[in-house]
Nanobody
Framework: VQLQASGGGLVQAGASMRLACTMS????????IGWYRQAPGKRREEVSC????????YYSDSVKGRFTISRDAAKNTVYLDMNRLKPEDTAVYYC????????????????????WGQGTQVTVSS
């Protein structure tokens, strides 16, 4: 299983950005996939997760209402649309997944993911 994250870059506060995570070698029908981020000097935190078992989504309080996670099953790709970006959103963003049949919140909060992609840097200037 390989995960390839893309779409990071430098934007100004208030702008939008889309991240993509393309999955390959993934044969599991039910899976969970999430976006996580880590800023310098801070612990890694969950951002948003999706579960294919129940099509549920989860968002952390810090991004709720601004970020949207979505899936294009035909392309084996999960997106994270980020709107109204803030400087505090600056971090390296990672996508991660695992075979999984539960809900998205548990997947996110309990660190269920066991396959991780490389990170993509998102920098939001003020």
């Amino acid at each position: 299983v390989q995960l390839q994250a893309s779409g990071g870059g430098l934007v100004q506060a208030g702008a939008s950005m889309r991240l993509a995570c393309t999955m390959s070698g993934f044969t599991h029908f039910f899976y969970g996939i999430g976006w996580y981020r880590q800023a310098p000097g801070k612990r890694r935190e969950e951002v948003s997760c999706f579960s294919s078992a129940d099509n549920s989504t989860y968002y952390s309080d810090s991004v709720k209402g601004r970020f949207t996670i979505s899936r294009d099953a035909a392309k084996n790709t999960v997106y994270l649309d980020m709107n109204r970006l803030k400087p505090e959103d600056t971090a390296v963003y990672y996508c991660a997944s695992a075979r999984y049949k539960g809900g998205s919140e548990y997947f996110c909060l309990m660190n269920v993911a066991d396959h991780w992609g490389q990170g993509t840097q998102v920098t939001v200037s003020s």
